[in-house]
């Protein structure tokens, strides 16, 4: 459970920038070298592979190399359990909001049976 | 559009700490006096009062004064964009597996119909 949280916390945060977003963006049409995948970034390679880190330490990216060639790719499940979180915290909002609509018309209805005045005309 | 990624920022940030994340959740359940809302926590009001402030930065909670009393509210929609931004991933993630799958079909296809002793047997 905690390292589910660790891990939610890990992923919002490589999320939270934009070049991050961006990286996962352009891996979403399949994996690239690291050099392929800087070229678009106007910033340094040191910089551009302090994002990649980032983005390697949450699992939402993995790296492979092979000969002199690092390829990075997308991990798509690592970005399930965000998915989830927010789903949820959606759902939960929603049950609520629905109680607290049945709970006014109730409210409405029980009015309405005890002041005849009130009472809709048919 | 730079706006937007912005906010994307904001609440992906806001999104990436347990104890934020904890408050979105007991929000969830209605709005809550600050005092009410931190008591579970086992942290200084300073602290707490840090986490509240980068949540309403972010837009996803709202506060209001009432007297000295301060009330927290969530505000449901400032999650869609997240939601949103990573189901686009997976969707886009998607469509290259099942391209992939689809060319490596086609290509089996080919070869069979190519090499004869490759054909099933009916």
Known sequence: MANQSAQLTDVFYALADPTRRAIVGALGRGPQTVSALAAPFEMSLPSFMKH????ERSG??????????RTCELVPRSLTPAERWI?????????????????????????????PVRRPRR
Chains 1, 2 share one sequence.
């Open 52 to 55: 990649l880190s980032v983005l």
């Open 60 to 69: 939402v990216v993995r790296t492979h190399k092979t000969g002199r060639v």
């Open 87 to 115: 789903a949820q915290q959606r759902a939960l909002w929603e049950a609520r909001t629905e109680r607290m609509a049945r709970f006014v018309e109730t409210l409405h209805e029980e009015e309405t049976a005890r002041d």
